[in-house]
C-alpha cells in the first residue's frame, strides 16, 4: 500500500495530474469519500449544463462528518467553500452539495467517476 505521493509511480502520477488539481493526500482522501459516499451529475448543454457533486450521509449520525470532515477535505482538495445543503422531506438524509465544473469534470474525465449512480465494484 502506497503511504505517500513519493512512493508512487510516476505513470499513474502522470495520469491523474490536472493543471487544475495537484495530487495530493487532500485529493487521495477526498477521493476516497467520493467512492464511499458521493454521486456525481454530469449534463453537458452548454450554457443550460449541470454539473454537481454531492456527499450524502444519515441526517443524525453523519452530521460530525459531513461538517468535521467532508467539508474540509473538499475544500482542501479543489478550494470549494460555499456547498449547498439539502435535507429530504422525511428528515433521514443529508447532503452537502457543490455545484463546479471543472471539479465534476475532474472527476469524470480524470479519475473516471461514473455519473448518475455507481457501482462501487469497480474501484475495488
Not at 9 to 38: C, N, W, Y
Not at 85 to 90: L, R
Request: hydrophobic share 35%; glycine share 10%.
Amino acid at each position: 500500500m502506497l503511504n505517500s505521493i513519493e512512493k508512487c509511480p510516476a505513470s499513474i502520477i502522470e495520469k491523474v495530474q490536472s493543471p487544475i488539481f495537484l495530487m495530493s493526500p487532500d485529493l487521495a482522501a477526498e477521493t476516497g469519500t467520493h467512492i464511499g459516499d458521493g454521486s456525481l451529475y454530469v449534463r453537458r448543454g452548454g450554457q443550460h449544463g449541470s454539473y454537481r457533486y454531492d456527499v450524502t450521509g444519515h441526517a443524525l449520525e453523519d452530521q460530525l462528518y459531513l461538517f468535521g470532515t467532508v467539508i474540509p477535505a473538499v475544500f482542501s482538495a479543489y478550494g470549494l467553500d460555499r456547498p449547498g445543503f439539502y435535507i429530504n422531506k422525511a428528515l433521514t438524509w443529508v447532503s452537502v452539495r457543490y455545484q463546479s465544473k471543472p471539479v465534476a469534470l475532474f472527476k469524470h474525465e480524470t479519475l473516471g467517476f461514473p455519473t448518475e449512480g455507481k457501482q462501487i465494484s469497480q474501484y475495488l
